[in-house]
Nanobody, 118 residues
């Protein structure tokens, strides 16, 4: 089970820190990712982090503003979002992909709403 939290309403230029608590999985064997979906758009990839936390990838438009991190001792993954823009408004989802799998994200959280006002 993946439980996302930390969303909310923030002004442009502000910050939010999303959290995803994972249970029922061997967390350290899953690549973790954050995705987002704005109304009327397709879900898009935002960031991913390797099992050890040593490798990360980001959507170009969030590079330098967002940071993904994980704590394998606490089975959590975070997304620190700084310098938020109205175009970051979306429902944010965390997801887990088994490191030995095909790269497909098999498990998804319920989503947390992020709204950035201009």
């Amino acid at each position: 089970q993946l439980q996302a939290s930390g969303g909310g309403l923030v002004q442009a230029g502000g910050s939010l820190r999303l959290a995803c608590a994972v249970s029922g999985l061997t967390f350290s064997t899953y690549v973790m990712g954050w995705f987002r979906q704005a109304p009327g758009t397709e879900r898009e990839f935002v960031a991913t982090i390797s099992t050890s936390g040593g490798i990360t990838y980001y959507l170009d438009s969030v590079k330098g503003r967002f940071t993904i991190s994980r704590d394998n001792a606490k089975n959590t993954v975070h997304l620190q979002m700084n310098s938020l823009k109205p175009e970051d408004t979306a429902v944010y989802y965390c997801a887990a992909a088994p490191v030995t799998g095909t790269g497909r994200y098999d498990y998804w959280g319920q989503g947390t709403q992020v709204t950035v006002s201009s």
